[in-house]
Each structure stands twice: as C-alpha cells, then as structure tokens.
C-alpha cells in the first residue's frame, strides 16, 4: 500500500489518486517510505536504477524513461575566473528529454501511475510541465489533459500539444485551476500531476543523488560549506533536492545536508519574502511581474513546506532583481555555452549576489541547478539589440567585417 | 603533425587551417589515422574516451565538452505495433547540449583549433551548427563568426547570437559562401568549420560507436541485416557513421558493417537521385522545397564522397515526400513522445515506405538518428489544425470537456 504523509500533522493516509492534500490542514502530502533496509546498487546503469531503492515504485522501469537524467554537472571556469567565485558547478537538467528538470518528476508520476492502473493523466502548467507530461503519456499511451494559463505564448502551448495532449487554456485565477483540477480529476478519473504532486517530488532526488556522485564524497565532507541554488516556482523541485540529500544521509554516504538555497525573481517572491520575515506562512505575491516566467508563481503550494525543510536543514531562500537575472542569463550563454531560460540563470544571479555583498563563504563549493532551456523562452532574447547581428550579401561580405 | 587524405585520388598532405580540400580533384579530405596500435579503454567514462584512440586529438577532455553524447537508444514500441515494424531504435541526438548532433563534431573540431593554437573559428550554418559551434566557441573562450543564409528564421538567429558569436546574414548563393568563407578565413586568421571539415566528421564517429555499446555486439553478428537510417544535407555526419563503424570493424569488434542509408527529403535529394541514376556525380538540385528545412541543401560539398562510401560499403540513399515526413514527425512525438525537426522525422519516414513496399528486410534491426529538436523548428508545427487546443475559463470548463 502506497502512504502518504503530511509533515505538519505527522498524520497519515493512504494514497489517494485524485487528492494528495492532508484531510487535516490541507498542506501537500509527501510520499511516506516504507521502514524496510535500503541500499545502493552501485552496478546499476543510472542513478535511478542505483538508488530505486529510495523510490516509490515496485520497479523503475527504464525503457519508459525517455532516456532521463545522468545529466551534466559543468564547471563554469569562464565566469569563476572573471568574478573570482569558488568552484562553481552547473547540474545542467536542460538535457533532460524534453529539456527541463520536470521530465525526472513526471517519469517516477507516470511509472507510479502504470502501477496504480490509471490510463488518464492531467496537468496544469506554463510550459515546461506540459510538455513533459504530454511526451511521457504518448510514451506509455495514456491520455493527457493539460490545463494551461490563457496568456501562454502559443509556442509553449504547441510545443506541448505536438505530443498529442489535449491542451486547454483556462481564463482565471491559477490557484483556483490548481484545486479545480482536483476536482475535474476525480469526477473524471484523471490523475493530475501537478507541481507539488508526491511521487514528482520523489523524482526529483534523483538529481540529489547525481549531484552527490559526480562531486564524489569529498565535497560533502569538506569544512567549507556545498551550497546547492535551485530556482523556486511551486517548491516540488526544491523539497525534492533536500529529501534526496537526506537520503544519502540517511545512509550514512554524506556527513551532513549542503546548504539549499532556494532562489526567486524579487518580482514574484513570495517564499523568499516569508523567509526573510522569519514568517511560516506564504502569502499570495501582488502583481506578479518578472522575465523568468517558469518561477512566476505567486501562490505557490509547497511554499510552507519549503520553508520548514529549509530552516530545518539549514537552507535559506534569495531573490534577485531583473537586471541581475538578464546579467546572469547573458553570462550562462555568452561566457559558458548554457543558453538556458531566464528562471535558471537566477542561481547565478543569487551566487552573484553574495559575492558582490562578501556573503559566500570562504572556499564554498557551489552547484547551481539549471532547469530549463531556454529554446522554450526565446521572448527573453527576442530584442536583440545586444547581440551582433548584421546583414550582407557575398559581395560586401569583406566590407561588413 | 596532422594529415589529410582525399579518398578519390589518394593524395596525403599536412592539414592546412584554411584549406580542406583536395588540391588535385576539389573533393573534401579527411583525417588521415596514424598507422599505430588502437585500442578501447573500456574504463574511461564516455564514448569519445573509450574510442580516443580513433580520434585526431593528442588528448580528449571531457572539460571542454558541455556533456556531449551519451544520447539514449530508445525503442520505439508504439510505432512498432502500429505498423508492425521489426525491432527499430531512435537514437536520440536532440538531447546533446545544443540540442542537435553537430555538437558532436563541434566539440572535436574546436578541440582540434587548441592543439593547432587557433582562437578565432567560424561557420556557415542554416541553424543546428551556427549554435552548436558558437556555444563551444563561448566555452573555450574563442571569438566566433556566423554566416546565415539571408531567409534562415530570427529565432534561429538569435538562438547562436546569444552565446556572443558575430552573425552576419548573407544574401546570395549558398554555394558560393560556402566556398567564400574559407578565403575570408585565411586572410583573417578564422578557421571555418563548415559541414565537411574533416576533423567534425571525425567526432560523428562517436555515434557509431556508443550505437555498438548500446545495441551490444550480438545485433551485429545477427543473420538479418542491422540497418542505420540518417538525414543527409552536406553529407559529413554520414560520411562520419560510416567511418566509426569502420574503426569498430577494423578492431574486429563487429564481423561486418551495418547497411547505412541515407536519407533525403524528395523536395531537396541530390544525393539520392544520383544514388538512383547510377551516377558518381552530384547535381546541383533545382527549386529546393521541403520543411525539412535542416537537410535542404542543392549542392552538398560532400555528397560524391557519401556516394562512394555508400557504395562501397553496400549502403543506400532513399528521399521521402512531403506528406511522409509530415507524419512520420507528428509519429515520433504523438506516439514515442520525441520532439524532434521534420528533418529528424525523414529516417522514420523511409522506414515506413520500405515497409509499405514489402522492402524491409525480414528480422532486420533499425537504428534511426534523430538529429535535431523540434524546439529549433517551430514553424512546422505553427499550423496547430491537426492539435486539440481550446479555450475556457473556470465557470465553463466542464463543459469544454
């Protein structure tokens, strides 16, 4: 039996497909592990499979995988050398199947689902999750709902019906498509993965535990702090993070928890905000308003939870303003070849932040997680007065150069 | 020091940065191995350091990599019903950091340019190669200069200007600049790495080789034929499958070498027409029209070569239609949740027609590269028609359903 459990009330309940919210306070539920010993199959072919112990699945099923995960963990030399950071590292998750972190949630979702019968998902999105869910149910051919913001460029919109999804844009408040979907699932037998949805988060670890064997044991075990920066949208991602590296804790594979530093655009901060007020509450953000559209979310339902695992294990949250998210984005691309979408360059922009302030830690090492690509936000560069673009035909090629 | 040999008249001579071609004929050259011992070092952690041996560096480093290769071999099981199609694989290509298979000759030739002591590189590109290389030239810290065609789309554009390169958008003959370019690089000191250059051709060779990893040797040992479908444009990344294949039957790896077919869209198949007729010549193809915008190329600098090489080796060139590829790209992301460029969909589509015309190979094993994401080619699907997207609001969204 699949249980989940709310860490507010430490109640506990079965698993129910069309409402993953505690009865009693009605904060998100996290998949509750059973007691049993757990260990790493170190000949496994992907950290999936090495650590599928620690997922919520009777079996990981890689054939249905897209070929998730293992990706790469680049050291941005360029861009250490001209501010003179630590070593900083980008987990580069845009080379994921459909080119963003989600594919590692929706994979664990869509196996879970198999296993519980169901043949129809749903999900509500901005871009990313649509896209990723709509790919993995024409995989495993189920169908798929997606609900989707009405102002949603059309790009992002056929990027996820290309799949075979149906697509719905939906007039109105997105907190309230967020509970109505529950609604709409469970009269209509659909299971909606949403952001905060408990098997995502438990697939999210996974990149926890790549972080932990491409650094190898050293850097957790240096005097210097290991700082992970994760953008933070709805909070699955982040809850996700620091539920793996307490995995490998558990274990007894690292000494302690790295530093979690959850990061916002200052436009739309709502957890960030709650944090540095010592709050525990998140409240709605007004008037949202940033470039980095994939983390604007001003009511975002793992906000508590967020909180609370932070400030238990150390972890804080930053936001930082537009200029230094534009100033991070064009440095990713320009100086290390990572042309990701603007809410991943706001790790960057936040490691920045610190060093322009003397914040970072002597000798810390750094992991910033680059979510999405940013092939699925090109309205961020689409004035391209900074860049070098000029026109010419054969003849005056020379003259032009 | 580094030699090029030109396979029609086995002419030798140094590399010169400046110059690919054959001095006697005009025909590309290609790296010229040295005659030592090879081996595989089966520890090392990627393909391209396993196989460094058959590649023109003095030394292979992952540094400088961004995370190339190591794409997954994904079954394709829902077409294979559908159609009743024998075993048949994607490779997928669209999940290298640039999202495209140039990376991977972009990681040698630039590589390559550091051993050589150049710093400033170009290309003439449609799309995938201007960003693959201008993402690699922001890497390794290299200045970089980008020919367009004059038509290519601004979001292609826009998506190489990003990493800092200079684009110049070119009016007149594609031919010509392909041509031009090389005499703009001498007298300005840039090393143009253009479809053909011989040391890119040497890093498409990798793909052969995590191919035999993957698929293990017993499908090559196989009674029916193990058969590798590729888009053909310039003809370099086939040029290149071969060649590795090669290498892995050299070592005695594999008994024989699987039958390779190049693929070309019927509204631009130079290639294949003159496979057809029997010729050893390629024509120049006129009225080029197709939405496999990727592989439309009238005058591929390196399709006599290809022709040889296919000949030579038992291999063949097939073109599919419009409608084909169509269908064969809606296939691969509605059913296998892969999203990739009409040019990515030709393998799948001739696949298809073999099949249709009773002409595939009983029992045979298919491998289909997938070479670019259809996140670089939205405007083949802007006409959303054939896609389920409606509008709603909250009150009505139940009746939508």
Redesign the interface.
């Known amino acids: 039996m699949t249980t989940l459990e709310c860490l507010f009330c430490d109640r506990r309940r079965p698993f129910e497909i069309y409402n993953p919210f505690c009865p009693a306070c009605g904060a998100p539920m996290l998949f509750a592990p059973s007691r049993g010993k757990k260990s790493v199959r170190s000949s496994a072919t992907t950290a999936a499979e090495r650590f599928a112990d620690f997922l919520p699945l009777k079996k990981y099923d890689r054939?249905l995988s897209?070929?998730v995960g293992?990706?790469?963990l680049?050291?941005i030399?360029?861009v250490i050398d001209q501010f003179g950071l630590p070593e900083v590292y980008a987990k580069?998750e845009t080379?994921?199947?459909?080119?963003s972190f989600k594919d590692r949630g929706t994979v664990v979702a869509v196996q879970k689902a198999i296993e519980l019968g169901i043949k129809k998902i749903g999900t509500i999105s901005t871009g990313n999750m649509a896209?990723s869910t709509?790919?993995?149910?024409?995989?495993v051919?189920f169908s798929c709902?997606v609900?989707v913001k009405?102002d949603t460029p059309?790009?992002k919109?056929?990027?996820a019906?290309?799949?075979?999804?149906?697509?719905?844009?939906?007039?109105?408040?997105y907190g309230?498509?967020f509970r109505?979907s529950f609604e709409?699932g469970r009269r209509?037998g659909i299971a909606f993965m949403n952001s905060v949805d408990p098997f995502r988060i438990e697939g999210y670890k996974v990149t926890s535990y790549e972080i932990f064997e491409q650094l190898g044991p050293a850097a957790f075990r240096a005097k210097a702090p290991l700082m992970v920066f994760v953008p933070v949208s709805a909070a699955g991602h982040l809850i996700g993070l620091i539920r793996g590296f307490r995995d490998l804790h558990d274990l007894g594979l690292i000494p302690r928890l790295p530093v979690l530093v959850g990061v916002q655009a200052s436009g739309c901060a709502p957890i960030s905000r709650a944090f540095r007020r010592g709050s525990d509450r998140v409240e709605r953000f007004p008037n949202p308003h940033t470039i980095a559209h994939a983390i604007s979310n001003p009511t975002p339902p793992g906000g508590e939870l967020a909180l609370r695992l932070l400030r238990e294990s150390g972890g804080s949250m930053m936001d930082v303003g537009e200029t230094e998210i534009r100033r991070a984005h064009?440095l990713m691309?320009?100086?290390?070849?990572?042309?990701c979408d603007p809410a991943s360059a706001t790790p960057l922009a936040a490691v920045l932040k610190l060093k322009r302030r003397r914040h970072l830690p002597q000798g810390a090492r750094v992991v910033l997680i680059v979510t999405g690509?940013?092939?699925?936000a090109?309205e961020a560069?689409?004035d391209?007065a900074p860049?070098?673009?000029?026109?010419?035909?054969?003849?005056t090629?020379?003259e032009?150069?």
């Open positions: 054939t897209l070929g293992g990706t790469p680049l050291r030399g360029n580069n080379a994921n199947p459909t080119a896209g709509a790919a993995y149910a024409a995989k051919g709902l609900f009405e059309q790009d919109i056929v990027a019906a290309i799949y075979g999804a149906s697509i719905i844009r939906v007039k109105g408040d309230g498509l109505k709409i209509r064009a691309a320009s100086r290390e070849g990572i042309f690509s940013g092939l699925k090109m560069v689409v391209p860049l070098d673009i000029r026109p010419a035909d054969l003849e090629l020379e032009v150069l």
